[in-house]
């Protein structure tokens, strides 16, 4: 009998979803809210809803796993951005769109640390899915950081 090969994600598949669902109704100030609100990381609850439509499940174990791989390049990212806002007053637009495109930069950058950390976990694909079954990895998330109000939002649902 052969066995599947792991699920393997891209880390430029995983952008463009997340640039395409970021500017969905709504998807924005529930991220922002999620962020700055309940310290929540966007790049993760994106990630996390991508696996949902995917229909790959996380244990609680590789969930965990994922917020350790960018706990250092969050902080970083918490840093760049609380200086970036204490600037915007001071620079001409010009240079503080510099600024909003290096934090981009940053965001990707993160997302890459998921993707290959995700890779490593050599989740099977899922078999067969009942239609009823819902993956629920974003609910999880949002539930643990006690955002549970932002999930539709964040599903753009």
Known sequence: MQTADPVMLNSQDFWQFSLSHYAQAGVQPACLTLQDSYQGNVNLALLL?????????LSDAELHTLEVSIASSDIRLHQYRAMRK???TQLEHTDYQQLLAFELKLEQDQQYVLVTQFNQFNISPPKVISPSLLTNNLARYCLQQKATVLLSKLQAA
């Open 49 to 57: 809803h991508w696996l949902d439509t995917q229909k790959v499940q």
């Open 86 to 88: 204490q600037l915007k």
